[in-house]
């Protein structure tokens, strides 16, 4: 079993930057995919970021040029650079890993942007 843990959430005011980090335990060798969701208030979850471990990254369209999703395999830990953030960016940021049939999800983090 994998166990995710998310931190950097806050508040910050739009145009501020925040990086949120997910570091993971357990059977993290047989992660396949870590991605970035997010729920926003009265919306759906969104995949905002994946990377997979041969390095293929996709991005949310709305979060293109701004966030950057990157792996440090020695920390088994990902990250979300997000910079330029708008009120829409706000929401509770979940970490996903997906091992094929099994998908393990952090408990997220909540990042508020205020206008």
């Known amino acids: 079993q994998v166990q995710l843990v998310e931190s950097g959430g806050g508040l910050v005011q739009a145009g501020g930057s925040l990086r949120l980090a997910c570091a993971a335990s357990?059977?993290?060798?047989?992660?396949?995919?870590m991605a970035w969701y997010r729920r926003a208030p009265g919306k759906q979850h969104d995949l905002v970021a994946s990377?997979?471990?041969?390095?293929?990254?996709e991005y949310k369209d709305s979060v293109k040029g701004r966030f950057t999703i990157s792996r440090d395999n020695a920390k088994n830990t990902v990250y979300l650079q997000m910079n330029s953030l708008k009120p829409e960016d706000t929401g509770v940021y979940y970490c996903?890993?997906?091992?094929?049939?099994?998908?393990?999800w952090g408990r997220g983090t909540q990042v508020t942007v205020s206008s």
């Open positions: 357990g059977a993290i060798s047989s992660i396949n995919t």
């Open positions: 996903e890993a997906n091992q094929g049939p099994r998908i393990s």
């Open positions: 990377i997979t471990t041969t390095g293929i990254i």
